[in-house]
Nanobody, 124 residues
């Protein structure tokens, strides 16, 4: 079982920045592709960003390209989501997810483990 713990959410004004973190105690963290998803009230969960486990390639939703950056520190067993130029429509609960030795990409069903989520609220 892999436990994922997100942090870094909060309230920020439009145009501001936040950095989300997702930590796990799993020593094999480097073998997991990591993804970030978000869910706004009344909406389905949607893909935000992902990083492949073996070559660190990345993928982003069109809505966040150029504003958000996913990165990971395998020594700290942590994945990050740097969010810049935030917009009110970015308001959602953000979840990190992990897929063992598999490129999960944008498909939520490809991920095996999920965190509990962290709230991001962007005021206009």
């Amino acid at each position: 079982q892999v436990q994922l713990v997100e942090s870094g959410g909060g309230l920020v004004q439009a145009g501001g920045s936040l950095r989300l973190s997702c930590a796990t105690s799993r020593r094999t963290f480097g073998s997991y592709s990591m993804g970030w998803f978000r869910q706004a009230p009344g909406n389905e969960r949607e893909f935000v960003a992902a990083m492949n486990w073996n070559d660190a390639s990345t993928d982003y939703a069109d809505s966040v390209k150029g504003r958000f950056t996913i990165s990971r520190d395998n020594a700290k067993n942590t994945v990050y989501l740097q969010m810049n130029s935030l917009k009110p429509e970015d308001t959602a609960v953000y979840y990190c997810a992990a897929a063992l030795k598999f490129w999960g990409g944008s498909l939520s069903r490809s991920y095996d483990y999920w965190g509990q989520g962290t709230q991001v609220t962007v005021s206009s």
